[in-house]
């Protein structure tokens, strides 16, 4: 299974990007996808999630910001991302809890990550 991200970029202060993340290879089915960004000297911090059946997540620093939303029949997953500030600058990553086959054990696979940077 491979994840493969696209949509990152040079962006100013208050613009906005959509992050694409699209999964392909043996997949039965996939439960949440989500986002996840890691800054230069931080942690990686989750971003947002959403369910197989829509339901969504959110991190308190992108709320009312950020949405995240799926489309199963193309095992992808976005990002919208509005009002975007310097501190949003990080390397994202998407995720996809997958199962292969039927009745089988769920996996969880990353993407390569993309380079958002939020400067003027």
């Known amino acids: 299974v491979q994840l493969v991200e696209s949509g990152g970029g040079l962006v100013q202060p208050g613009g906005s990007l959509r992050l694409s993340c699209a999964a392909s290879g043996t997949i039965f089915s996939i439960n949440a996808m989500g986002w996840y960004r890691q800054a230069p000297g931080k942690q990686r911090e989750r971003v947002a999630v959403?369910?197989?059946?829509?339901?969504?997540n959110y991190a308190d620093s992108v709320k009312v910001r950020f949405t995240i939303s799926r489309d199963n029949a193309k095992n992808t997953v976005y990002l919208q991302m509005n009002s975007l500030k310097p501190e949003d600058t990080a390397v994202y990553y998407c995720?996809?809890?997958?199962?292969?086959?039927?009745?089988?054990?769920?996996?969880?696979?990353w993407g390569q990550g993309t380079q958002v940077t939020v400067s003027s």
């Open positions: 995720n996809a809890d997958v199962v292969a086959q039927r009745g089988g054990y769920t996996f969880r696979y």
């Open positions: 959403i369910t197989s059946g829509g339901i969504t």
